[in-house]
């Protein structure tokens, strides 16, 4: 199996999403690329944490996301953060960019799965990974599904996982996080 993980992020808590993600994959044995979307406007926020700030500047090396980089994986991860109830912009900037993957069939039969954050639960999150699925079986991919059982006695939406930052800069993601996604990986790669 290989995977690639294609997040955008402003404050870092996506990028810690993904590169958990990434890690938890590679750990288990499969190929993973880890990519963040263009974002030529992002500036540094000077009110962070020097944790916070180390994160976004380790964030900043991560290679830029190209179309072509999809077209190889048999897993494909995105995500976003949530903005009004959709991904951001530059997200769907990305998303759009695709056309051609589109138009010669060439994401047909791969697999989606979404991941976001979002500042509280009513932040619109679920929508967030609806804009992501649909966007996937647009494409022709298959979304999957958050089990309800990814993490005995804890909720999960089943459209992806959500990491409420409660409108924090990213300095680590909450313990209940890590355990879903690290659940998650390990029925990603039994999936194959």
Known sequence: MKAVVVFHSIYGNDYLLAKAFASELKSAGPEVGLYRVADPDWV???DISEKARGILREMRVVPEAQPKVLESADVIILGSPTYFGNVTAEMKAFMDSTGGLWFHGKLIGKKCVAFTS??????GGILCLQA???YAMYMGMTCLPVPVTLVPGENWPALGIIHYSNGKQAEALDVKTERAIKNYCAFLVKMG
């Open 44 to 46: 540094e926020k000077p």
């Open 132 to 134: 992501i699925h649909t």
């Open 118 to 123: 979002a500042g509280n639960a009513e932040g």
